[in-house]
């Protein structure tokens, strides 16, 4: 089976419409900034000194720039557009990083699909997280036919409904907001047809810069106008969540400044508030600590895969499963900051599944 990576790159073009990408810079740069030293950079790029103050030289001339300093008896440094050309390549691969992973899974099960001789796909419309990212990387390392997409958590179940996949990936809070949630899966999930496979408990909170310096303490602290707030897309059940979260202490959501401003992952979220776009996100905590931020936590909640109780016992739904209850999978769940996988593979009753955790 072929792997597929996507990478995001910048390209610079000129007033003459000339253009150079930054991706070989970028690293060189980082290099110089961290040795001083445009010597040493290049050797540990395996690069004679020429090539690379020629290739920096190169990037120099389409910015219009220098992206280097000489500073006496310390060697080489970088100037304030060397060090704004790092953070944005940094930016774009932060923001970009969990859209582009879901993207290369999807295009290489579509590729694959072509490829590889006939056999049923696992097909998973899922809510993305970091446990499913988990799961992809575990069946496609086992040459387990997979298509995968992530899409929202109502978009995956009204897919199951429709049997367009096997399994649809989706979240529920537990406490008081778990029965609000439930009813807007119940609605296209059927007892005697669907059951309810466990895949972890995490928890969703507040991203905060490191060392919050806007002393947020909690949600309250979201009506205040020096926070700027980033948000999930509609139909997510992050959104959902948080929209009943704000109400519960007394915060109007539309009042929230930047509440209409989105994004479409958890990584995503924390990579705006780490770049100083804004103040506060809200998400799963393993994105956080990836991101060097600090969490609140605010509400622990399952992760379920639903799936049909009549293909359960069949392939590739089995080799599915295995994988699932398997000490290895299981580990690597466990490693994620607030997952626990305790109860990963479990079957459940419909109903039991929506109502469990009822109360924190």
């Not at 669907?194 to 909690?218: C, D, E, S, W, Y």
Request: one cysteine or more.
């Amino acid at each position: 089976m072929i792997r597929v990576e996507c990478q995001a790159q910048l390209i610079v073009r000129d007033s003459n419409g000339q253009t150079s990408s930054l991706t070989d810079a970028v690293p060189l740069l980082a290099l110089v900034d961290q040795t001083g030293s445009i010597a040493q950079a290049a050797a540990l790029k395996g690069l004679s000194y020429r090539h690379a103050w020629g290739l920096l030289r190169a990037i120099e001339t389409q910015l219009g720039g220098a992206l280097i300093e000489k500073e006496r008896g310390r060697g080489s440094a970088l100037s304030e557009l060397g060090q704004a050309v790092l953070r944005a390549q940094r930016l774009c691969g932060e923001r970009l990083d969990g859209n582009m992973q879901a993207l290369a899974s999807e295009v290489a099960s579509e590729l694959n699909r072509w490829l590889a001789p006939p056999a049923d796909d696992v097909r998973i419309h899922a809510s993305h997280g970091y446990a499913v990212a988990a799961l992809v990387t575990a069946l496609v390392a086992d040459e387990v036919p997979l298509d995968i997409k992530y899409r929202d958590s109502a978009e995956a179940i009204t897919a199951l409904a429709r049997g367009e996949c096997d399994l649809a990936g989706f979240h529920l809070p537990r406490g008081e907001f778990r029965a609000a949630c439930a009813d807007k899966y119940r609605q296209w999930l059927d007892p005697q047809r669907h059951l309810l496979v466990h895949l972890t408990r995490r928890k969703q909170g507040l991203f905060l810069a490191k060392g919050n310096p806007k002393a947020i303490g909690g949600l309250t602290d979201l009506a205040r106008d020096d926070i700027r707030f980033v948000n999930r897309q509609h139909g997510s059940g992050t959104r959902m969540l948080i929209d009943l979260a704000l109400r519960r202490v007394g915060v109007d959501p539309d009042r929230v400044n930047g509440y209409a401003s989105t994004e479409l992952t958890h990584s995503a979220i924390a990579a705006f508030v780490a770049s100083g776009m804004a103040d506060v996100g809200f998400g799963v905590e393993p994105a956080a600590h990836h991101f060097g931020l600090d969490f609140i936590p605010i509400v622990d909640e399952d992760y379920y895969f639903a799936c049909d109780r009549a293909r359960l016992e069949r392939e590739p739904l089995t080799t599915v499963m295995a994988v699932l209850r398997g000490n290895a999978f299981r580990q690597s769940v466990a490693h994620l900051e607030g997952y626990d996988a305790g109860d990963c593979g479990k079957l459940l009753e419909l109903e039991e599944g929506l109502e469990e955790g009822g109360s924190a």
